[in-house]
Nanobody
Framework: QVQLVESGGGLVQPGGSLRLSCAAS????????MGWYRQVPGKERELVAG???????NYGDSVKGRFTISRDNAKNTVYLQMNSLKPEDTAVYYC???????????????WGQGTLVTVSS
């Protein structure tokens, strides 16, 4: 089994910054894509940012220019640096990792437990 442990959420004032981390542990042969999603009550979960194994990134339109995703392959960890935070960024943020436990095994997805980010004065 693979588990994701997220950290870094909390309360921050508008214009402030936070850095989220998500570390994967367990039986991991390789990791493909890693990403961050967010969800607010009553709305669908949306992509915030994603990063491939090769380092290519993509972002949701609402966070472009403010958020930066990165990964440390040696630590099986993905980060989300969030700057210039706005109240509308308030949500539960979920980490998503696509991994395979063996060479001849299909990739599968695992989700983190979620970490709450609240942007408020």
């Amino acid at each position: 089994q693979v588990q994701l442990v997220e950290s870094g959420g909390g309360l921050v004032q508008p214009g402030g910054s936070l850095r989220l981390s998500c570390a994967a542990s367990g039986i991991i042969f390789s990791i493909n894509a890693m990403g961050w999603y967010r969800q607010v009550p009553g709305k669908e979960r949306e992509l915030v940012a994603g990063i491939t194994s090769g380092g290519n990134t993509n972002y949701g339109d609402s966070v472009k220019g403010r958020f930066t995703i990165s990964r440390d392959n040696a630590k099986n960890t993905v980060y989300l640096q969030m700057n210039s935070l706005k109240p509308e960024d308030t949500a539960v943020y979920y980490c998503n990792v696509e991994f395979r436990p063996g060479l001849f095994v299909r990739y599968r997805e695992v989700w983190g437990q979620g970490t709450l980010v609240t942007v408020s004065s």
